[in-house]
């Protein structure tokens, strides 16, 4: 099947450039059939439904996730979005004034605003340790990280893969050190899940979120958090429901808490099955390895036409089929929108304070042409000189 004919498998507007998978995914019609089936079931028989064959539908679900992230079944739930996962554990946190959660200054903003908020209300301290950008290798990352750590450090808390900058950040060497050193770690994993290789069990992160629906494909709201065996009687729900108190409790206190928030859609949870086979029949993984290398190939050639530099190696270490190719621009939001109106090219502008990137996403359903016209389109408003230097 050729590239042109994989975008077919989605429901993408054909007329855009789509170079935006990043934000929130895309989901194959396949998959997206799936989802909308379990709609209909639920709505057709909605007690047996919530009470039987979507439970045992869920279950199927964890199953296929902990053969493809490496971890136990009864170590997970599913959520609808990082946020969700990470709030459950940030205000479970037991902190005190004074404690501080090291950090860094690449982190996805709702996030930093969670962190605030449970700061404004502990007395606790956010370190948003700052990364010089370029980052030229892992051990340069982790000498500016680690220079943060102070003998009030309790907590660590770190992307997997960074938001604005899309940088793989090596977070295995930082559970490592973290673990050693008794720190709670949180890793977010918002672009992991299909996107680079995810073993959880190997990990061993205290507390790890993924989204399901952004690299994976999953229909939206489909994310979760995986919590380490000793970790889990010590979170709170964050919504209290039947699970609390449990009249009819599982083998787990810690599924009861979470698993049931009160009423809701989980067709998106029920599509993990569908999915494995989707992935397995289009080989979508082998078909990503070349997105990549093609993407690879192409960030110099951006840096070189937009006068700047990477803000990393341009290895598979550091970047993934994401990557953040720094921009000098007067007009940030205006760039966005001629780029979208004008050119039909969805693509974000995102920022480090007041360092702005082009974040391009390259799909494997992504053809390199549509990276060659947006070097095009670049180089015609380079030379307009009103939204580019
Ligand atoms: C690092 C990171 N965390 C979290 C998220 C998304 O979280 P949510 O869907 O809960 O807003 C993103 C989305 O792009 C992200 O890049």
């Not at 900058?165 to 050193?181: D, F, H, M, S, W």
């Not at 550091?318 to 190719?325: D, E, W």
């Not at 090219?345 to 702005?356: G, M, Q, S, V, Y």
Request: aromatic content about 12%; glycine content about 4%.
């Amino acid at each position: 099947m050729s590239t042109a004919e994989l975008k077919d498998l989605f429901q993408l507007n054909p007329k855009i450039t789509f170079l935006n998978h990043g934000s929130f995914g895309a989901c194959p019609l396949p998959v997206f059939q799936d989802y909308q089936q379990w709609q209909v079931k639920l709505e057709q028989d909605p007690i047996q439904f919530i009470t039987k064959t979507g439970v045992e539908a869920y279950r199927r679900s964890k199953e296929v996730f902990a053969e493809k992230f490496h971890c136990s079944v009864d170590d997970f739930f599913l959520t609808p979005n990082p946020s969700t996962a990470f709030n459950t554990v940030i205000k479970s946190l037991e902190l005190e004034a004074g404690d501080e959660i090291l950090s860094t200054d690449l982190e996805y903003g709702a996030m930093d605003k969670t962190w605030d908020f449970r700061c404004m209300q502990t007395g606790a301290k956010y370190i948003r340790q700052h990364i010089p950008l370029p980052i030229s290798s892992k051990e340069d990352f982790l000498a500016h990280f680690w220079s943060g750590l102070t003998n009030r450090t309790k907590v660590i808390f770190i992307s997997h893969i960074t938001s604005a900058t899309a940088l793989i950040l090596p977070v295995k060497e930082i559970c490592e050190k973290a673990n050693k050193l008794g720190l709670i770690t949180l890793i977010d994993g918002a672009h992991v899940p299909g996107h680079i290789p995810l073993n959880l069990d190997l990990l061993n992160a205290d507390y790890y979120t993924g989204a399901l629906h952004k690299w994976y494909l999953a229909p939206k709201g489909c994310s979760f958090l995986h919590v380490k065996k000793q970790k889990q009687d010590l979170l709170d729900p964050l919504i209290v429901s039947w699970g609390y108190a449990s009249e009819f409790p599982s083998h787990s206190q810690f599924l009861d808490y979470h698993e049931y928030t009160g009423t809701r859609d989980s067709s998106a949870f029920l599509c993990l099955p569908s999915l494995a086979d989707f992935w397995e029949k289009q080989q979508w993984k082998q078909k990503t390895q070349k997105a990549k290398e093609i993407l690879h190939r192409w960030y110099p050639l951006f840096c070189k036409l937009l006068e700047t530099k990477p803000i990393c190696p341009v290895n598979t270490d550091f970047l993934g089929q994401i990557c953040s190719i720094p921009i000098s621009t007067p007009l940030p939001f205006e760039l966005k929108e001629v780029l979208y109106n004008q050119y039909n090219i969805e693509i974000p502008i995102t920022n480090r304070a007041k360092d702005f990137f082009i974040r391009i996403s390259f799909q494997a359903y992504n053809q390199e042409d549509e990276l060659a016209y947006l070097y095009e389109s670049l180089a015609a408003l380079k030379s307009e000189g009103k939204y580019l230097n």
